[in-house]
């Protein structure tokens, strides 16, 4: 069973105008389509590796032969973080997390606007193309990081509860060069419910 390019939940306009329709298309159409692809191709030689799940595959890496283990590296990864992307967004989003994710916020940066700017900060710092992330640690507690390229927190024992996109095909059309603006008008199509669901799974390992 090869890996699949999930639909988008939401239309192409759904996120507008934080988002905006032609970005949605090119992003998820071909881009993670493109992802999908290459991930198919470097695994086709694999067939047990390719018939994990993508989460296990890129925690795997370093049982991919190792012809295949850069692009398995940058294409399972890009399938793995654009999934989780589509899904923690949606339209009318936003607002503040609530629960045992609020108070783990609370508890981990001292406020939910720490938080937050701690986050977006980590997305600006980012140079080049990568990703800014909440992630669980090995001890269990709540960490905000970034990655290069699309390597995942999954890689290194992380468990990505939510992460925004910083690579310029994630943004440009709509914000050219201003990746701030981006970041901070991102937080108006975050899907709490997902996220605190992705929290709860994170932590009980499932
Ligand atoms: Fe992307």
Redesign the pocket.
């Known amino acids: 069973m090869a890996f699949e390019l999930p639909p988008l939940p939401y239309a192409y306009d759904a996120l507008e105008p934080y988002i905006d329709t032609q970005t949605m298309q090119l992003?998820h159409d071909k881009?993670?389509a493109a992802y999908v692809n290459n991930l198919n191709a470097a695994l086709q030689n694999s067939a047990e590796l390719a018939s994990l799940s993508v989460e296990d595959v890129v925690r795997r890496l370093s049982e991919v032969p190792e012809s295949a283990r850069t692009a398995v590296r940058n294409n399972g990864g890009?399938h793995v973080?654009?999934s989780m992307?589509w899904q923690i967004m949606k339209p009318n989003g936003g607002g503040e997390p609530t629960g045992e994710l609020a108070s783990a916020i609370q508890q981990t940066f001292g406020s939910f606007d720490t938080f937050k700017a701690q986050f977006n900060d980590a997305g600006v710092k980012r140079f080049g193309s990568g990703w800014t992330w909440l992630v669980i640690d090995q001890s269990g507690k709540l960490a905000v990081m970034s990655t290069a390229n699309q390597d995942s927190p999954l890689m290194d024992g992380l468990y990505p509860v939510m992460g925004n996109?910083v690579?310029d095909?994630?943004y440009y059309l709509k914000y050219q060069n201003r990746r701030p603006d981006y970041l901070n008008a991102w937080w108006n199509v975050v899907n709490w419910d997902e996220v605190a669901r992705r929290y709860s799974q994170g932590r009980t390992g499932s």
Do not use: S
Request: proline share 0%; glycine share 10%; charged share 10%.
């Open positions: 992003h881009h993670h890009g973080n654009h992307f996109d690579w095909h994630a």
